[in-house]
């Protein structure tokens, strides 16, 4: 399962440190050759088959790639990841995909959070839409009967829920702003908190 330490969350699966290390090689290069983003074209495929392989590899990608070293030059791939596409896989997707896409997008907001804002200085501001959508994985995760993948939704809305709320200009892949410190903003705080506690 997943941890919060500093923002970040991360899914390693086991391994023995021999084939995690061949594997970290096996992933950089396939990184490096732009496979992320064409993972990321495949989120939401119409066939599902495709979605699964594209969703568990990037899953799996995630945890064998330090994507918070600073001093990776991979670690721009993840600009091509659609967070839309993650986020409509909460609904009708392929049989675990809402439980991967979860640990996915736990994994890729926390990267963005301290990647923009913490990492540069900035303010991070979370849209409407991505609220909504956090709020509404709580209720849907709750139906699954899976205490772990519960606790994970409410942890992620928790977490995000606590930054201002930011429509406005700057925002990033439609869900989330950055406004440097100085700035002055007028938004509304997080307005969704019933819904997800309901």
Not at 170 to 193: A, N, T
């Amino acid at each position: 399962m997943g941890e919060s330490g500093h923002g970040r969350w991360t899914f390693a699966p086991r391994a023995t440190p021999t084939l995690r290390k061949f594997a970290q090689v096996l992933w950089l290069e396939f990184v490096r050759a732009g496979g992320v983003g064409k993972l990321a074209g495949l989120f939401v495929a119409e066939d599902l088959y495709l979605r699964a392989h594209a969703v568990e590899t990037f899953l799996r990608v995630t945890s064998l790639v330090d994507w918070f070293d600073t001093t990776s030059p991979q670690r721009a791939m993840l600009e091509e990841v659609d967070l839309e596409a993650l986020l409509a896989n909460r609904r009708d997707s392929y049989p675990g995909g809402e439980r991967s896409a979860s640990r996915s997008l736990a994994f890729w907001l926390s990267w963005a959070r301290r990647e923009h804002s913490e990492a540069a200085g900035r303010s991070f501001r979370v849209s409407r839409s991505l609220l909504t959508a956090l709020a509404d994985w709580v209720g849907l995760a709750a139906g699954w009967g899976d205490v772990d993948e519960s606790e994970l939704a409410q942890q992620l809305f928790d977490d995000f829920s606590r930054h201002p709320l930011h429509d406005g200009r700057g925002l990033v892949g439609g869900c989330f702003g950055l406004l440097d410190d100085d700035d002055d903003d007028d938004d509304e705080g997080p307005v969704v908190e019933e819904e997800a506690k309901g």
